[in-house]
T-cell receptor, first 113, second 118 residues
Framework: GESVGLHLPTLSVQEGDNSIINCAYS??????FIWYKQESGKGPQFIID?????DKRQGQRVTVLLNKTVKHLSLQIAATQPGDSAVYFC????????????FGAGTRLFVKA | GAVVSQHPSWVICKSGTSVKIECRSL??????MFWYRQFPKQSLMLMAT?????????EQGVEKDKFLINHASLTLSTLTVTSAHPEDSSFYIC??????????????FGPGTRLTVL
């Protein structure tokens, strides 16, 4: 079935270091991928997205890499800050003709000061 | 821009009662809204897709008679949890896509509603 999963459930990094959060997806037909950040008790916040015709996209301090060959996504956060501490979800649109978005399991990022 | 609100932010109810949760797009019109449920330390699970002026589309395993969805206007969708039981206690989150949006358009999420059923 369709699923999006993450390699690591938790990640702890030192403030100032770079963070890499990984995600595997199983639906090769998915054409759109999104990373969300969710702080405790709040709704998901859009971070960055990437379409399947791209393999890299950069934002402010964040980069998403897409490897369609192995169905793998990663989110790189540069110079991680305490405010980056949250749960990060990758999500995919399985390209079934609608807007359906499937969320991965999530990775909790801890930033140590 | 693109703000989605939910009301209430939290609610506590007795088992057997019904609870209505509102999702509003504040500064844009949304033909499509989504309702998700999130249990503690788990991911978001899509419950249903709400389309303005038509019936909602429910995901497999979601009881449509228990989770009533109404999307009567381009800025409001409601989720009513009928005959709530303790196992319905969860964090309910809505999201919205603007009018004319495509499947690759960003979904804007609400802040969530914490439901606790006693």
């Amino acid at each position: 079935g369709e699923s999006v999963g993450l390699h690591l459930p938790t990640l702890s990094v030192q403030e100032g270091d770079n963070s890499i959060i990984n995600c595997a997806y199983s639906n090769s037909a998915s054409d759109y991928f999104i990373w969300y950040k969710q702080e405790s008790g709040k709704g998901p916040q859009f971070i960055i997205d990437i379409r399947s015709n791209m393999d890299k996209r950069q934002g402010q301090r964040v980069t998403v890499l897409l490897n369609k060959t192995v169905k793998h996504l990663s989110l790189q956060i540069a110079a991680t800050q305490p405010g980056d501490s949250a749960v990060y979800f990758c999500a995919e649109n399985p390209n079934t003709g609608g807007f359906k978005t499937i969320f991965g399991a999530g990775t909790r990022l801890f930033v140590k000061a | 821009g693109a703000v989605v609100s939910q009301h209430p932010s939290w609610v506590i109810c007795k088992s057997g009662t019904s609870v209505k949760i509102e999702c509003r797009s504040l500064d844009f019109q949304a033909t499509t809204m989504f309702w998700y449920r999130q249990f503690p330390k788990q991911s978001l699970m899509l419950m249903a897709t709400s389309n303005e002026g038509s019936k909602a589309t429910y995901e497999q395993g979601v009881e449509k008679d228990k989770f009533l969805i109404n999307h009567a206007s381009l800025t409001l969708s409601t989720l009513t949890v009928t005959s709530a039981h303790p196992e319905d206690s969860s964090f309910y989150i809505c999201s919205a896509i603007g009018v004319g949006g495509s499947s690759t358009d960003t979904q804007y999420f609400g802040p969530g509603t914490r439901l606790t059923v006693l």
